[in-house]
């Protein structure tokens, strides 16, 4: 495996050399959450293994992983859920083993599984949440009002909550974890099991919830793309560990080759993986079955052209060929030997169903 990319991870250092990226974030504000050495056990299996690192006030910070890798774990001992083997969370500056409470007040948590409750409407979902958090009652309309704008939410706010779609029951959960206007916010997988469109929904709408509350935010996913497009920061988890830690375009540029090329070919022979390694330029293949190929080279064009020479040279069709710049996907291959997307597949089949039910 190749060394993690753990080193000083200041986006705004990242930022500064390429121009493109601006987190709006200040790096040099306080932490809104630390989190040291921290480890989780059950009986003799680590869940989370000396897990450390730092979220600053206004960043989007995004655990990434896949099934198992200890996600949910991890926001569970920060949110003073489970207790902690060793090591130590603070939150807003409270450690969350011997100030619980005075955390708790700070955060919002919404869990991996669905809970608003389909028998009540939609405000009624808001309002109880609202009480059981002593929102005063004067405030309690104004913060449900705005919120349920916010997502978008307004005209469903009498409809009874088993009517809403998924997408629209998630949005809801969201505006619902907020309305005791909490300054951090803590989202498991808020959207695994939603269709692309739905998703996309509620990137947006998390974009326009933390500029308008400022928040900051704390989300696990395994979906690479909202990664890349939310998160200021990443942290990479795999079997409980921290196998990398960066803004997302200083991930990318950590993995040798700044391009993939994924070409499928007809009846490739038994060395083609090894002739595509001898092409100028790559850094590494991964063979992907049905004769598809990811190469990632530092000269895509260079790449393609002699990769194109060689396969009408040795006859061998090419069905499909495209040239990306490289993805997290490739980040995660790189830290961990092994495809996120294959890690998935093992564990849901094709499809992502949801889960509710499921922990936390
Ligand atoms: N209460 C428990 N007792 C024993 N093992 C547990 C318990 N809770 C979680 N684990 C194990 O700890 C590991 C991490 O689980 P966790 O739920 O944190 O993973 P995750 O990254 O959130 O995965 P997913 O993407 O499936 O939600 C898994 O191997 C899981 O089986
Ligand atoms: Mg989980």
Redesign the pocket.
Known sequence: MAEANLGNHDASASASNSGLEKPIYDPNAPSAIEVQHIV?K??D?T??DDVSFNVKEGEIFGLL????????????MMTTL?PITSGYARIAGHDVAKEPNAARRTIGVIP?ALTSDLDLTVEENMNIYAKLYDVPAKERKKSIDELLELVDLTKWRNAATKTLSGGMRRRLEIARGLVHHPRIFFL??PT?GLDPVSRVAVWEMLGNIKEHRQLTILI?T?YMDEADRLCDRIAI?DH?KLVALDSPMALKASVPGSNVIEAQFDNAPADWEQRLHGLSEVTSVQPEGAGMYRVLTDNGSRTTTELVEMAVHSKVPVKSLSVQNTTLDDVFVHYTGRQLRDELQK?YGYTMPQRPG??P
């Open positions: 989780k059950y009986g299996f869940a989370v992983g896949p099934n198992g890798a200890g996600k949910s774990t991890l926001i569970r489970i991996q498991d997988e695994t696990t395994h988890v409980g564990a499921l922990q």
